[in-house]
């Protein structure tokens, strides 16, 4: 593995189902990050971890959850599926939670919800 | 409240040079990112800018006015694969990116 993988890919999904995306970095980032990126609109910050073991409230929560149990994976879940969140996910990583570290992204994951 | 603005859309000539302007209101600013984002992949990072002032990085440049809430990513000797969305983004008080809709750069021959 080199940088952010992201699975899977693409996805279709019937609404009220439940959805797991996968996110996993070699790069012993401590800070991690769920996007998501709709067409006219910059990139929103769902939520994001600051280490393993802590995580925050982005811009839109609401209808996702995540955890960090250790440094390399941060999984997004939706627990029930909705045709808004239909989008682009991308997951990022970054040395730590700080203005100047850029952040590297994966090559996202495309869900359509049915 | 926060927000980013940008140009939806720019078109520039091979060879040319080309100017992507962002203005900002960002709550405890904390700097300025610029990234490219090619179509149907991920955004990767071009720059950087806290001090107010141009940063030179081989064709790229940007440039900082944080008492104007400005900045401009410079483009030169355009070459077709530049052709991508730039994405500007403001870092705010708890270091988390607010990032503008990004501006669509078509090169021409």
């Known amino acids: 593995i080199a940088g952010i993988t992201q699975a899977p890919t693409s996805q279709i999904l019937a609404a009220g189902r439940r959805m797991t995306l996968r996110c996993t970095q070699d790069?012993?980032?401590?800070?991690m990050y769920w996007y998501r990126q709709d067409l006219g609109l910059g990139l929103r910050l769902i939520h994001y971890?600051?280490?393993?073991?802590?995580?925050g409230k982005g811009e839109v929560p609401d209808g996702y959850s995540v955890s960090r149990a250790n440094t390399d994976d941060f999984p997004l879940t939706l627990a029930s599926a909705v045709p808004s969140q239909t989008s682009v996910y991308f997951c990022?990583?970054?040395?730590?939670?700080?203005?100047?570290?850029?952040?590297?992204f994966g090559p996202g994951t495309r869900l359509t919800v049915l | 409240g926060q927000n980013i603005d940008q140009p939806t859309e720019m078109t520039a000539t091979e060879g040319a040079i080309v100017q992507i302007n962002c203005t900002y209101q960002?709550?405890?600013?904390?700097?300025l990112f610029w990234y490219q984002q090619h179509a149907g992949e991920a955004p990767t990072f071009l720059s950087y800018?806290?001090l107010d002032g141009l940063e030179e990085k081989g064709r790229f440049s940007s440039f900082l006015s944080r008492s104007k809430g400005y900045s401009y990513l410079l483009l030169k000797e355009l070459q077709m694969k530049d052709s991508a969305s730039y994405l500007c983004?403001?870092?705010?008080?708890?270091?988390?990116?607010?990032w503008g809709a990004g501006t669509k750069l078509i090169i021409k021959p």
């Open positions: 790069m012993r980032h401590n800070a």
């Open positions: 971890s600051n280490t393993a073991g802590t995580t």
């Open positions: 983004a403001s870092a705010d008080s708890n270091y988390q990116l607010i």
């Open positions: 990022a990583s970054s040395e730590r939670l700080a203005a100047y570290n850029e952040q590297f």
């Open positions: 960002t709550s405890g600013f904390n700097g």
């Open positions: 800018n806290v």
